[in-house]
């Protein structure tokens, strides 16, 4: 079956600090690859995707590119800001009906 | 425009009682999920529908667990008898239906069983 595997956290930064959150996973076929931000108490809101190997997608500053031949989708940034400190999920979807598969969730805080 | 509306935003129950949780989803969206977050497990779906039709239930709990979809507006998760290891933020999500598309989700349920 799918799965996600996500590097855990807490991970901790300093603001301006170079952020990067592996993330890597198993499926059959040609997976849809997702991050996903949770900011403190709310719900989880679709940060990036890449739907093809070697697509990267891109969203306020963060970037993942879709990693095939490694299974890998890691999320970076250059410079981290206090306001991203949220729980960050990778997630991917194959097949019908958009069943998505999430990683454990990696929580980030940035601090001044 | 609204987004997913979920409806208690906090609930705390005693353990046996009947709980009713409740979803809006997006005008216009398709698919509806239900998830449950905790920190032992994680984001685990439990059901999803498409066009008011379960799809799959595997992440069910079990038979205490139960999930409704009447009409394209209205869903509810309904846990009868409750017990205290059901406490956890339960997550309504909706979306387009097409392939791979956006989930939106809600700003969740916190549920307690005493």
């Known amino acids: 079956g799918n799965s996600v595997t996500q590097m855990e956290g807490p991970v901790t930064l300093s603001e301006e600090a170079f952020l990067t959150i592996n993330c890597t996973y198993t499926a059959t076929g040609y997976p849809s690859l997702f991050w996903y931000v949770q900011y403190p108490g709310e719900g989880l809101q679709l940060l990036l995707k890449a739907t093809k190997a070697d697509d990267k997608g891109s969203n306020k500053g963060f970037e993942a590119t879709y990693r095939k031949e490694t299974t890998s989708f890691h999320l970076e940034k250059g410079s981290v800001q206090v306001s991203d400190s949220a729980v960050y999920f990778c997630?991917?979807?194959?097949?019908?009906?958009?069943?998505?598969?999430f990683g454990i969730g990696t929580k980030l805080q940035v601090i001044p | 425009d609204a987004g997913v509306i979920q409806s208690p935003r906090h609930e705390v129950t005693e353990m046996g009682q009947e709980v009713t949780l409740r979803c809006k989803p997006i005008s216009g969206h398709n698919s509806l999920f239900w998830y449950r977050q905790t920190m032992m497990r994680g984001l685990e779906l439990l059901i999803y529908f498409n066009n008011n039709v379960p799809i799959d239930d595997s992440g069910m709990p079990e038979d205490r667990f139960s999930a409704k979809m009447p009409n394209a507006s209205f869903s509810t998760l309904k846990i009868q008898p409750s017990e205290p290891r059901d406490s956890a933020v339960y997550f309504c999500?909706?979306?387009?239906?097409?392939?791979?598309?956006?989930?939106?989700f809600g700003p969740g349920t916190r549920l307690t069983v005493l």
């Open positions: 997630a991917l979807s194959s097949g019908g009906y958009q069943k998505v598969t």
């Open positions: 999500a909706s979306s387009l239906g097409e392939a791979l598309d956006t989930q939106y």
